[in-house]
C-alpha cells in the first residue's frame, strides 16, 4: 500500500519560499503522476499542480509564476517550492499519486501539514 | 477554468436516510468527474472516479452517476461514518478544479 508524507517547515515569513518534501513509501514513484493540492483553514480544495515520474509538469495558472514541482525518483521524493508567499498562502498542502487510469483520480494522499505565513 | 458546483452545500440527514448530491460543471467534461469525503482533520478519501467507478474497499451504498455536465453522489443508506464534507472534482482540463463541498451532519 502506498503511503505519503509530507514534511517541510510549519512557518514561513512572508515573501519567502515555501519549501515542502512528500516521501513516498510502499511504492514506487514510476510511472505515476504525482500532485499537490492545498486547503487554507476552514476552506475547499485548491489544486497546485503535478509532477509526473518522468518530470514533465503541469501547473495552476494562478500559481504557475511562483511554484515549482519536481520529483527524485532514486530518493522517492517530491518537493514543492512556492515563492514569494502571502498570508494568503497559508494552508494545509497535501501531496497525492494519480495513477494513469480513467479520470485521473487522487487516489492516495498524505495526512497534510500545515503551513502558515507569518512574520 | 471549468467551475464546479455542488448542492445542496451543506445537508442534514439521519442515519438510514437516502442522500444525494450533486455537481455541475460549467462546461462538458464527459466522465472525468471524481468524488472524495473529507473527515474533520483527515486528508480527503477517494470514494469515486470516473463519475461511476468505486473505488477500491470503499462500501457499495456508495455511487456515482452524470455524465456531460451533472453528476450525482448517491449514499443509499446512511451509516454513522458517513458524515463528514464532500467533494467533487473534475480532471478533464487544467486546471483540476473542484467543488466548493457539502456537509453532510447529522440531523
Known amino acids: 500500500q502506498v503511503q505519503l508524507q509530507e514534511s517541510g517547515p510549519g512557518l514561513v515569513k512572508p515573501s519567502e519560499t515555501l519549501s515542502l518534501t512528500c516521501n513516498v513509501s510502499g511504492g514506487s514513484v514510476s510511472p505515476d503522476y504525482w500532485t499537490w493540492i492545498r486547503q487554507p483553514p476552514g476552506q475547499g480544495l485548491e489544486w497546485i499542480g503535478y509532477v509526473h515520474a518522468s518530470g514533465s509538469t503541469n501547473y495552476n495558472p494562478s500559481l504557475k509564476s511562483r511554484v515549482t514541482i519536481s520529483v527524485d525518483t532514486s530518493k522517492k521524493q517530491i518537493s514543492l517550492k512556492l515563492s514569494s508567499v502571502t498570508a494568503a498562502d497559508t494552508a494545509l498542502y497535501y501531496c497525492?499519486?494519480?495513477?494513469?487510469?480513467?479520470?485521473?483520480?487522487?487516489?492516495?494522499w498524505g495526512q497534510g501539514t500545515l503551513v502558515t505565513v507569518s512574520s | 477554468d471549468i467551475q464546479m458546483t455542488q448542492s445542496p452545500s451543506s445537508l442534514s440527514a439521519s442515519v438510514g436516510d437516502r442522500v444525494t448530491i450533486t455537481c455541475r460543471a460549467s462546461?462538458?467534461?464527459?466522465?472525468?468527474l471524481n468524488w472524495y469525503q473529507q473527515k474533520p482533520g483527515k486528508a480527503p478519501k477517494l470514494l469515486i472516479y470516473?463519475?461511476?467507478s468505486l473505488q477500491s474497499g470503499v462500501p457499495s451504498r456508495f455511487s456515482g452517476s452524470g455524465s456531460g455536465t451533472d453528476f450525482t453522489l448517491t449514499i443509499s443508506s446512511l451509516q454513522p461514518e458517513d458524515f463528514a464534507t464532500y467533494y467533487c472534482?473534475?480532471?478533464?482540463?487544467?486546471?483540476?478544479?473542484f467543488g466548493q463541498g457539502t456537509k453532510l451532519d447529522i440531523k
Open positions: 462546461q462538458s467534461i464527459p466522465n472525468y
Open positions: 472534482q473534475q480532471s478533464y482540463s487544467f486546471p483540476y478544479t
Open positions: 497525492a499519486r494519480i495513477p494513469n487510469i480513467d479520470s485521473w483520480p487522487f487516489d492516495y
Open positions: 470516473a463519475a461511476s
